[in-house]
């Protein structure tokens, strides 16, 4: 069983910058397509973005579209967020997710991390 670890989030200025990373442990993480989803306070969760196990395909929720960018590193075992162009309704807890399936589009989801807070100020 596969066992993710979120880090890097943190309080930036709207417009600004920031990287998620996503550390994985036990099973090969290079297997599975990876995902972000994140949550505001009160809110549902809500998928960001997802990368198939090669890193060659990936998809973007509307909202982040051409602000957010998804990679991976299978050879860290690590999976990134990268956030541009930050807006305030970005905040929220962001949560690393490994799916079921190999490709996209996304399977059910077998492991969540613990989240990694996000705060965006206008």
């Known amino acids: 069983q596969v066992q993710l670890v979120e880090s890097g989030g943190g309080l930036v200025q709207a417009g600004g910058s920031l990287r998620l990373s996503c550390a994985a442990s036990?099973?090969?993480?290079?297997?599975?397509?990876m995902a972000w989803f994140r949550q505001a306070p009160g809110k549902e969760r809500d998928f960001v973005a997802a990368?198939?196990?090669?890193?060659?395909?990936?998809t973007y929720a509307d909202s982040v579209k051409g602000r957010f960018s998804i990679s991976r590193d299978n050879a860290k075992n690590t999976v990134y967020l990268q956030m541009n162009s930050l807006k305030p309704e970005d905040t929220a807890v962001y949560y690393c997710?490994?799916?079921?399936?190999?490709?996209?589009?996304?399977?059910?989801?077998?492991?969540w991390g613990q989240g990694t807070q996000v705060t965006v100020s206008s």
């Open positions: 990368i198939s196990w090669g890193g060659g395909s990936t």
């Open positions: 997710a490994g799916s079921t399936r190999r490709v996209l589009p996304l399977g059910s989801i077998a492991t």
């Open positions: 036990g099973r090969p993480f290079s297997s599975y397509a």
